[in-house]
């Protein structure tokens, strides 16, 4: 029994998921460079699919926490909305601040986080009408606010709009021989700094695990002692306020505030969500899956413009692209449970690298990784025994 | 310390609406001994253990753990003051880590230390040996493991008093040793264990006394080695057998004679069961039996047509009938009575009146609805005639016993008024009073005309209740018993020549 111990653990649902998600990504973007090298073989490339799409991937953090517990969140596109116009209207008044914006902007998400969370944990409706109501809620107050196109004009803002970090060591050569190193943008630093705190809060705060717990099985979860009415309310306010914080990105990376801001992020956010292996069902997911989801939509929809393909058709590929990766998610898991435990076969030269054998979580990892390799290969997955 | 009290309840009585659950019920518990609770459904075994957790608070009397009177409130207060509860369905989280799972809802530290944690856990399943990984997702464990580790938390949050309800209800019989060896682990450790379960055999294996409980009331508390087997059953029903013989005795001959109702020939279905013959008269009530896997759920599977039907066939009433799908099995006059009543009988979430009414609403058409009234008499007649105990017939049928869901289940059958009804194990994981009343009421209904096959895995109740035994081995039938040869001995000594007989 005690040698049992020492054996390798069957990778979890939720990590699985992860590399199954990297995987896609990894293969997405090398089809990408394969398809139209000139562009995506560039550095500079990828850090715009962060600063142009900064709100998105922020919102589809939020979604995978409300998703982990269980619930769903459609409001997020319409308060990422309500934020940019809102606090465009605040800048161009007279004595407005940066400052004031970002706590304008915190605010809105937060008040919707907490309405919702506290009807939907504390008073039990169900999330996705609730969700619905904010959505319509969020569109209707933007409307009030302002309806015409704003351009930000507030010093301080289009400093802080224009604000270019460049990555000195990481560049492309142009014709003439020059280096031009890689830029990002402030709503790219607010990215990171989000997922970087949204994954430690997930991984090592207790109200991360309580959330796994409760959107695995919320009675058990109960009887465990967990708090699950609080947890689950503060899962939606912590996704108001990502959403608060992606409206702050989307109009640091537009400059302005515009009626159809944001409008169907909320359907991109858990189309996101799923890719990266973030279950509906919850209880299941990992939160840098979601950048990942992000970035292999964008990538998909930023390949297939850059082959200048008809924009109707760019939405059908997207669309079986999109339930492609699902299928194979599922196919996955499938043959994981039905096979009991994951084994895979490694190559004996992977073996031998004592790189990644240190932990068991790592051999595995390598493992689930190899046998991704090997469904990508394979082209409609392999069999994993 | 061995023979100190762990838990003592005196003269507790709790009562709901209508219903006096626990009157004036004394209950000891000694450290270090198994305490099996017994009872049918309704004794008060459930409401016994829910006053001691907090779950429902008590009308009357007092409750004292190690000494001390205690009041809980709630199981996580009854937790705190050392009494541990393990229930039936495993109540952990399957998506995060065992590790997680021995700690989740304890910690006041508002982050996770996960090697502490994962160390710790090691320390804790080593030291019961079982064998599970820290840092492994729960639900890659098996049932047994996972009922394991629920008994570990409840140890590692100090409990002197582990409470196990219905334990072994969902594992095999390799896992049932694994839980036995644990359960004398800690009783060699000085924890007093309770019990619960229908399975009893296996309350002799473990258990060194055992409380009967019946109809709310305390009928006695018994050293487990000095109480012979016969003497508790009829202790928990308060009655005995005798009268089911008598009740056989007037279908026996009605065996030989009665019309066929059901006849088939060389009938072979895709779940892999050889072409049999089989036939059942009016008025008689017969019996697949075997071992595991010998293809007796497959046989009359396909006399159903419940799996896809490949050959054979199929006389009703002497009439030559095509019976591909279930539903023409209905309207043909046969009833069904699935083995898994969790997955393939009842909804859980609706009234009991429309689980009842629900097959009868199938075979007329879902566009054809009855009304209200009428629904509700049919609902009323049933629960009337099989004596369901529910608070109403619009309780939701979750919120009723094992027993009774399965009383509701076969009075779904009954409405449609079926000439030949199947029950595959209507009698399986229900207490052994509702037992002898599913065996009653068999019997009833085969003296008013009704044939029926009843499967269940214990022989004893199949040989107490079918006229003929039909007799299963590797999925052919190897022998029929009837009448004198109705008994254990001769079902084993067939079922060990099968394969020779058919040669």
């Known amino acids: 029994m005690h040698s049992l111990k020492q054996n390798r653990v069957p990778i979890s649902n939720s990590n699985l998921l992860f590399i199954i998600a990297a995987g896609i990504l990894l293969v997405m973007y090398m089809v990408a460079i394969g398809l139209y090298p000139a562009s995506f073989s560039q550095p500079q490339t990828f850090f715009d699919l962060f600063n142009n799409n900064a709100a998105l ?47 304008l902007a915190l605010a809105i998400g937060i008040a919707f986080g907490v309405l919702q969370g506290f009807l939907i944990a504390y008073l039990q409706i169900q999330p996705f009408i609730i969700t619905l109501a904010g959505m319509f809620l969020a569109n209707g107050v933007m409307t009030m606010v302002n309806t015409t196109p704003i351009n930000v004009q507030h010093p301080g803002f289009v400093a802080l709009f224009e604000t270019r970090f460049r990555i000195e060591w990481l560049g492309t050569i142009n014709r003439h021989g020059m280096f031009i190193p890689c830029k990002i943008s402030i709503s790219t630093v607010i990215v ?28 058990s979860a109960m009887m465990l002692g967990v708090g699950v009415r609080r947890t689950k309310f503060f899962s939606y306010v912590l996704c108001g306020l990502l959403s608060g914080i992606a409206g702050l990105a989307f109009i640091l990376t537009t400059g302005a505030g515009n009626i159809g801001n944001a409008s169907g992020f909320e359907m991109k956010a858990i189309a996101a969500s799923i890719i990266g292996g973030t279950l509906l069902t919850g209880g299941v997911g990992n939160i840098l899956g979601s950048p990942i989801g992000a970035l292999t939509l964008l990538t998909i929809n930023e390949t297939i413009r850059a082959v200048g393909i008809d924009s109707n058709i760019q939405t059908i590929i997207s669309g079986f692209l999109l339930c492609f990766f699902i299928v194979l998610q599922s196919v996955i898991i499938w043959l994981r449970d039905k096979g009991g435990g994951f084994r895979i076969i490694r190559p004996p030269w992977l073996k031998s690298m004592s790189l990644f054998t240190g932990g068991a979580d790592g051999a595995n990892q390598m493992d689930a990784a190899n046998q991704m390799e090997n469904n990508n290969n394979n082209g409609k997955g392999g069999n994993p025994s | 310390m061995q023979d100190g009290i762990a838990l003592e309840m005196k003269g507790i009585s709790k009562s709901f609406p209508g219903v006096l659950a626990l009157n004036n019920v004394d209950f000891t518990l000694r450290a270090g001994e198994v305490h099996a609770l017994m009872g049918e459904n309704g004794a008060g075994k459930s409401t016994l253990i829910k006053v001691l957790t907090g779950v429902y608070e008590k009308d009357a009397g007092q409750v004292s753990v190690g000494g001390k009177t205690v009041n809980f409130k709630s199981p996580q207060e009854a937790q705190a003051g050392g009494v541990g509860t393990v229930y039936q369905e495993i109540t952990l989280c399957p998506n995060i880590t065992v590790a997680e799972n021995l700690f989740i809802g304890r910690a006041r530290d508002p982050f996770v230390k996960w090697g502490d944690m994962n160390k710790r856990a090691h320390d804790i399943l080593d030291s019961l040996g079982i064998p599970a990984v820290p840092r492994q997702q729960l639900s890659s464990c098996s049932l047994a493991v996972q009922q ?101 005795d007037m279908q026996v001959a009605r065996e030989e004679t009665g019309e066929y109702i059901y006849e088939a020939r060389g009938l072979s279905s895709d779940a892999g069961v050889r072409p049999f013959d089989f036939h059942i008269r009016k008025g008689e009530v017969n019996g697949f039996t075997g071992l595991l896997g010998s293809g007796r759920s497959e046989s009359i599977r396909a006399i159903f047509a419940a799996d896809r039907v490949t050959g054979g066939t199929v006389k009703i009433k002497g009439k030559k009938l095509r019976i591909d799908k279930p539903i023409k099995a209905m309207k043909s006059g046969i009833g069904y009575l699935p083995e898994d009543r969790k997955a393939d009988g009842i909804i859980a979430d609706l009234s009991v009146r429309d689980n009842i009414i629900l097959a009868l609403q199938v075979m007329k058409g879902f566009f054809r609805p009855f009304s209200n009234a009428e629904a509700q008499a049919f609902a009323e007649e049933y629960i009337g005639a099989l004596n369901i105990k529910t608070a109403s017939s619009n309780t939701p049928i979750k919120s009723l016993s094992g027993g009774n869901q399965q009383k509701v289940i076969l009075a779904r059958w009954l409405l449609t008024h079926p000439d030949y009804l199947i029950l595959d194990e209507p009698t399986r994981g229900i207490d052994i009073g509702t037992k002898v009343e599913i065996q009653k009421l068999v019997l009833k209904l085969a003296s008013e005309g009704m044939s029926v096959t009843f499967i269940s895995s214990e022989v004893e109740e199949m040989l107490r209740t079918c006229s003929r035994l039909i007799v299963m081995k590797d999925r052919r039938i190897v022998g029929e018993l009837r009448g004198d040869e109705l008994t254990q001995n001769h079902v084993m000594q067939t079922i060990a020549k099968g394969v020779s007989a058919d040669a």
């Not at chain 1, 926490?65 to 308060?79: E, L, N, T």
């Not at chain 1, 997930?202 to 009675?219: D, E, H, P, T």
């Not at chain 2, 582990?162 to 095999?172: F, G, H, K, Q, R």
């Not at chain 2, 009829?234 to 008598?246: E, F, H, Q, V």
């Open chain 1, 57 to 103: 991937i922020i919102l589809a953090c939020g979604m995978s926490i409300v998703m982990i517990g269980g619930g769903i969140d459609i409001s997020v596109g319409g308060v990422c909305g309500l934020v940019t116009m809102s606090c465009a209207v605040y800048l161009q008044s007279a004595g407005a601040s940066v400052a004031g914006s970002i706590a």
């Open chain 1, 192 to 219: 990171i700094c989000v997922i970087i705190a949204v994954a430690v809060l997930m991984k090592w705060s207790k109200f991360g695990r309580n959330l796994y717990a409760v959107g695995g099985n919320s009675q």
């Open chain 2, 148 to 248: 394991m580790i629920a008994i570990a938390r409840a140890m590692d949050m100090e409990s002197s008093i582990l409470i196990l309800d219905e334990p072994t209800s969902s594992l095999d019989e390799g896992e049932v040793r694994k839980l036995f060896a644990l359960m004398n682990d800690l009783k060699g450790r000085g924890v007093g264990i309770i019990f619960v379960t229908h399975f009893i055999d296996q309350v002799y294996e473990v258990s060194d006394r055992i409380t009967v409980l019946r109809g709310g009331e305390l009928v006695g508390e018994y050293v487990a080695s000095e109480m012979p087997q016969l003497e508790l059953v009829s202790k928990m029903m308060g009655k005995d057998l005798d009268d089911i013989d008598k009740i056989k």
